[in-house]
Structure formats: C-alpha cells, structure tokens
C-alpha cells in the first residue's frame, strides 16, 4: 500500500495503523479505496431508501454503516461502534452507546411533537450524531444519509449537502465543516442552508 492511502482529509479522523487490517479486500491505491468505498456507499443508500425499518433506532444506524461500508471493511468497523478516542468526536467512546440512543430518542421527540420543520430535525439529528462521532470511520457519510432517510420519511424535501462530495478537501467540504462549526455553538442556520442548498 502507498503512504497516502490512508491520509485522510484535513479534519477528517485520521485512521490508525491497525484500522487497515479491517480491509477486506487488497487495495494498494487511495483511489482504489475511494472507487470501492463509493459503489458500497451507493449500495446501501439504495437499502436505506427502499427499508421501511424504524430509522430512530442504535440498530438501524449501525446496520446502516454495516451496508455503506460491509463489503469494504469487516465486521469490527462496519456496523460496529468504535472502541478508541477520536479527535472530532466530543463523546469518550464508552459512552457512544448511549449517547446515540439519547439523539436518537431527542431526534423523535422532535418528531412527535413538531418542535421543528422536518429539514430542521435531520440536520439536527445529523450534527448530534457527527459530534458523537460513533464509528471508527465513514461517520459524515453515513449520518448525512441517516439525515436523509429521516427527511423522506417524514415527507420533506430531499437534502443536496452542498451538491458536492464532500469527502474531498475543497470549497464544499470548508463550508460544510464551518456550517458544522456554527451548529456546535446553537446556530443551525448556516448548516440547514447548506444541507438544503
């Protein structure tokens, strides 16, 4: 493998020397990852959208992860909560468990009792889980589509994240990351206008 194949994004979790052993497949290019990770992405956001499975569930996101990243990595990172400390998460990762099943039942609390318009309620929920960052990798890409599901299921308009891909640096991923930055502080605005725009 080359040396670059797993740097990551700036701002993105930098992956540690033992999370390679978690490829199931032999890759010696960051493109090549990037090309197989995509086509597994593309696969369970097809099952995401077609599941009828209650979303607002630990279970669901954790499936979820499991079929965007599965045939890429093993068992222990797909679908599994990680098990080290991460510098973009501000949840020690003993306690994700439990910090996913309280977003989860404050995201259908917002729900049920109409607290904000369905695009505010998927970007809310998609900026509590990426602050507790559950998984060793794919956390952006996975909550973004959690956010998406919701918003289908709750009859809203679909979210376009910038039009962009975000997993590169550029343009999109700075705004995304700064709209992110906003909504640490209780200002939501710049992130649904870039979840919307």
Known sequence: MTN???????????????????LRVPVTTRKQLDALEAANVASGRKWALASRKDCLTPEYLCELHRRMFGDVYVKEYAGT??????????????????????????????????SFDTTEIAVRLHHRLVLIHPFAGGNGRCTRMMADV?????????LTWGKQSLIKTGPARDAYRAALQAADDHNYGPLIAFATS
């Open 81 to 114: 909560y990680r098990q080290h400390e991460v510098n973009i998460g501000k949840t020690p990762y003993y306690e994700v468990p439990v910090a996913i099943t309280q977003a989860l039942d404050e995201a259908r609390a917002w729900r049920d009792l109409k």
């Open 150 to 158: 919701l918003i289908k299921r709750l009859g809203g308009e679909p």
């Open 4 to 22: 670059d194949l797993f740097k990551p994004a700036p701002g993105a979790t930098p992956p540690r020397e033992d999370e390679k052993r978690y």
